[in-house]
């Protein structure tokens, strides 16, 4: 977690090839920026569908169940991918089944899904607490961390991040469909609950991978922020998609080179950059709101809407 | 057992836990009664770093948690409409804000010493046995102006939450209200981060109110029995956690207050056909 404590801490100079070489000397910062490549990438596109689909708090229970997941599975000796995918997977089915239930009472969902994430952070501070071993605390697997991410472990990561924007690709156009238009999609026949459920389960399977990158707590800074921007700054959604993808993948791999030379967490880093990302492109739409509402004036006749 | 029960920490435990869930069933009521669970899981996550940033700073730790959670409280309440913020909005502050804390938390445990390294876990899943006679006198006070308040608003405000469109029109302060609210619920969470640490208070917030709501249809019984339930709930996390010392005291309460809201499902299967909003 701490670069900055060891006695040969990385010092940045301006000549940007010579320190690009020097950080991809250390495999960890190669496999650092592989795993950052493929999280951006699933989480962008991911993101986007949640951000339009206003599943934000679903969302975040997900990606805190992947604490418990991390800590059983230190605790447990088994595998930290199988802890990361197994927990994230199996609360997606759980609030999916939870939602065909409550039909129509958002606000007793909302209290479920808030017990839910309640007790499952519990159980992952209780097995915390069991454990009381080598692991430090419990903020590496919160906040994140990227020491340490081993070429297996990006495999893995590519390999989940395949399937699941392989099945998004294959149920995009119909989700994007129920996701606008639920009522209608309906009509039309799209079966909406089996996309509902599927679409969980994938967020689930990004929110795993994205915690193995920013911690657990910090997954909203890939998953959400840059899906926010880029739905704020342009409406196409084949546009917004890709500028998604970039917002992440840029914020990712700034925070990473950041936490490289800086010894603060790389998720504070990973969620200021997308954060600032954000507040810009907040500032962007109003200043051509602002510029949009001008054209009555004579000179304006190009408007930059 | 009874050892226990007379030691002093478990005393104070006991007085402030209740005050503080007797807070937290009130205010929580409300909360999901106006579909605003993510608002609180948003100002407990700012508790964490409200508190990071005044041990940083050398504060006191509950200046920074009350000052983060009834400022971005009310910040929320302001980006919103009509003081109701939108779940996106939050969900990209808060991602921003937990990662300054997780940046406090850095600055402080490598600039103090290594015996402070676990203030984050304190902060993040609380520690309700290490409170001292002070701190749980303040806690105390605060717990009792928070429920004060909100049983002196209690009306306008169900009012307020039930219909929105009629509340205004009859002249209830509704954007006002929806203000105050969100400053109470901050207070509220600054308070619980105290109990059980800032990452589990949604789950006293959500599951006694979610609980309440199953059992009854009448608002004003469901707000006292969803305080009821937060207390009792309190006890039976205290006196478990007291008896099954591995347990954490956090974990037994967000267990029992689990298993509380579970049994409701199985008391009660099937909804009645008529909206609990009548």
Not at chain 1, 5 to 13: E, L, R
Not at chain 1, 69 to 80: E, H, I, K, M, N
Not at chain 1, 136 to 145: D, I, M, T, V, Y
Not at chain 2, 23 to 47: E, K, M, N, P, W
Request: glycine letters at 12%; aromatic letters at 10%.
């Amino acid at each position: 977690m701490l670069l900055g404590s060891d006695a040969a801490s990385p010092v940045f100079s301006w000549n940007l090839l010579s320190d690009f070489q020097e950080m991809w000397s250390y495999a960890f910062m190669v496999n650092a920026f592989r795993a950052g490549l493929v999280v951006a990438v699933v989480c962008g596109v991911v993101g986007w569908f949640m951000v339009l689909r206003r599943q934000t708090f679903a969302g975040h229970t997900l990606s805190v169940a992947a604490f418990p997941g991390a800590a059983l599975s230190v605790l447990a000796g088994f595998s930290l991918s199988l802890g990361y995918f197994g927990f994230c997977i199996a609360a997606a089915l759980v609030i999916a089944g939870l939602q065909r239930r409550g039909q129509g009472s958002g606000a007793e969902e909302s209290a479920v899904t808030g017990t839910v994430q309640a007790f499952v952070l519990a159980c992952g501070f209780l097995f915390i607490t069991l454990y009381k071993g080598l692991l430090e605390g419990p903020e590496a697997l919160l906040f994140g961390s990227f020491l340490g991410i081993t070429t297996g472990q990006v495999v893995v990561l590519a390999a989940a991040g395949a399937v699941v924007l392989a099945v998004l690709a294959v149920m995009g156009r119909p989700l994007l469909f129920a996701s606008i238009d639920p009522e209608v999609a309906t009509g039309r026949g799209v079966p909406v609950r089996l996309l509902s459920t599927v679409f969980l389960v994938l967020l689930g399977a990004a929110t795993a991978e994205a915690s193995q990158i920013t911690g657990t707590l910090l997954v909203f800074a890939l998953m959400v922020i840059p899906a926010a921007t880029a739905q704020q700054l342009t409406a196409r959604p084949g546009l917004s998609l890709l500028l998604s993808v970039l917002l992440g993948l840029a914020a990712c791999w700034c925070g990473l080179i950041a936490a490289y030379y800086q010894p603060y967490p790389l998720g504070f880093f990973v969620t200021g950059f997308a954060f600032a990302g954000y507040v810009l492109a907040h500032l962007v739409r109003i200043a051509r709101e602002a510029l949009g509402r001008r054209p009555r004036g004579p000179l304006a006749i190009g408007g930059a809407a | 057992m009874s050892t226990v029960l007379s030691q002093e920490f478990f005393q104070h435990a006991l007085l402030a836990g209740t005050f503080i869930a007797l807070a937290c069933g009130l205010v929580g009521y409300f909360l999901v009664l106006r579909a605003q669970i993510f608002t609180g899981d948003a100002l407990s996550h700012v508790a964490f770093t409200g508190a990071m940033a005044a041990l940083a700073g050398g504060y006191d730790l509950r200046l920074g948690l009350f000052a983060a959670t009834i400022g971005v409280g009310l910040l929320l309440g302001g980006l919103g409409r009509k003081g109701r913020p939108d779940d996106v909005v939050i969900g990209s502050v808060f991602a921003w804000i937990l990662g300054l804390g997780a940046f406090f938390l850095t600055v402080y445990t490598t600039s103090r010493s290594a015996a402070q390294g676990g203030a984050g876990t304190t902060v993040l899943f609380g520690s309700i046995f290490g409170l001292n006679g002070s701190q749980t006198m303040l806690a105390v006070v605060i717990a009792a102006a928070i429920c004060l308040v909100l049983l002196l608003v209690a009306r306008p405000l169900l009012f307020a939450t039930l219909d929105e469109a009629v509340a205004a029109a009859r002249g209830v302060p509704v954007r006002l209200l929806g203000f105050g609210y969100l400053a109470l619920v901050g207070a509220c969470a600054g308070e619980a981060t105290q109990a059980v640490g800032s990452l589990l208070l949604l789950g006293l917030l959500a599951a006694p109110a979610g609980a309440a709501i199953r059992l009854t249809d009448r608002p004003f019984r469901a707000l006292a029995l969803s305080a009821g339930l937060a207390v009792a709930e309190m006890w039976g996390g205290l006196l478990l956690s007291a008896e099954v010392p591995k347990l954490p005291p956090s974990f037994a309460i967000m267990a029992t207050a689990s298993a509380v809201y579970a049994a409701t499902f199985l008391v009660r299967p099937a909804r009645r056909a008529v909206p609990a909003a009548a």
